[in-house]
């Protein structure tokens, strides 16, 4: 197991900025996510941790000790692709093996650690298959499996699962989640998925455009965010922004003085008609046990609800929406939370 602490890390490419002076600090054991939008450069990052890309400024240090100029081989470190990087003319086995094998490694240990990764990961059984005959999510617990004999003492994920279905994504975060318990590692995992960033996470790193927004636990960055990026990004659906000027005044009446945006989530409006918004509806979507209204306001700006039980609310109806003052975010011209 292992800390890491990245100091004023700077990426450039020829002129384009992609990493602008990112401070950071992991703990031993943590199960650290990284969260942004597409090409906000999470994955850039990872690579530069894991060695597979170099800084341009800053310092990475790993327990301590620098390594900036440590190779990706002898950084002790373990990383998951999206691809499963698998050699698809060995065996499961030949490829948990082959790492181990490369580092001349007795073959008894390498017996031994191939075996507690197979039970770990369940896969006994495919041992002797090769990578085309197993699913998405076999070759991604093989892929797993050989991070984990190597016995890292950080695993990065890049974005390990996007290339499974939905119901495979979520049964495959809760046996990670499950594996890093085990385990006890520092994790870092990538992902553009909120929802594996709220429901994995020790600590959640939200970055955007190079920059680190926030940083917190999952229910930290939920409740207090500290911008609208934040507030819009963490939370599904996302968080209803509304113009200051377009609220009622029963509204305005306990605003922070300087605000500029009013943020509201879908999961805390309700119907009622105390501090209420008027609104148009334009779709309704049930899910059986939950209810999802889209409509407008009368400032013309979007609105969506959502309601923890069936409705029998129709499109082009109208009604009051209301929420309790504490569950109201406030923000100042600079999208900076109030």
């Known amino acids: 197991m292992a800390n890491l ?56 240090v790993i327990d301590g000790k620098t390594v900036n100029n440590i190779s ?68 991604q617990r093989v892929a797993i499996g050989r991070a984990i004999v190597r016995e890292p003492s950080i695993y990065l994920f890049d974005e390990p699962l996007s290339n499974l279905d939905a119901e495979l994504r979520v049964a495959t975060r809760v046996e990670l989640k499950a594996l890093h318990e085990r385990l006890g590692n520092t994790m870092i995992y990538v ?14 790193v939200v970055i955007n455009e190079g920059i680190v927004e926030q940083v917190g636990s999952p229910l930290n960055l ?57 609104l148009k509806i334009k779709n309704v979507e049930q899910l059986g046990s939950d209810s999802y209204l889209y409509g407008e306001t009368v400032s013309n700006q979007n609105l969506s609800i959502k309601l923890n039980h069936q409705t029998d609310i129709k499109v082009n109806s109208e009604i009051d929406i209301s929420f309790e003052k504490e569950n109201a975010h406030w923000f100042n011209k600079d999208g900076i939370s109030i």
């Open 5 to 60: 602490e990245l100091i004023d890390v700077k990426k450039t490419y020829d002129k384009l900025q992609v990493i602008h002076g990112i401070d950071l600090e992991i703990s031993d054991g943590e199960f650290c996510v990284l969260v942004g939008p597409s090409g906000c450069g999470k994955s850039t990052l990872l690579r530069m941790i894991a060695g597979l890309e170099a800084i341009t400024e800053g310092k990475i």
């Open 72 to 139: 990706a081989a002898k950084r002790g470190l373990a990383m998951v692709f999206q691809s499963y990087a698998l050699y698809p003319h060995m065996s499961v086995r030949q490829n948990l093996a082959f790492g181990l094998e490369n580092l001349k490694m007795k073959k008894d240990e390498i017996d031994e650690r191939i075996m507690q990764a197979v039970k770990l990961l369940r896969i006994e059984d495919y041992l002797k298959r090769k990578p085309g005959q197993l699913s998405g999510g076999q070759r």
């Open 191 to 204: 992902t553009h998925d909120q929802v594996e960033a709220m429901t994995m996470a020790d600590k959640i």
């Open 222 to 278: 939920y409740n207090k965010p500290a911008n609208i990026f934040v507030a819009g990004f963490i939370g599904s659906p996302r968080m209803n922004f509304l113009e200051f000027e377009s609220l009622p005044n029963d509204i305005k009446s306990f605003a922070p003085s300087n605000s500029n945006v009013f943020g509201v989530r879908p999961e805390h409006l309700y119907i009622g008609n105390e501090h209420s918004l008027k």
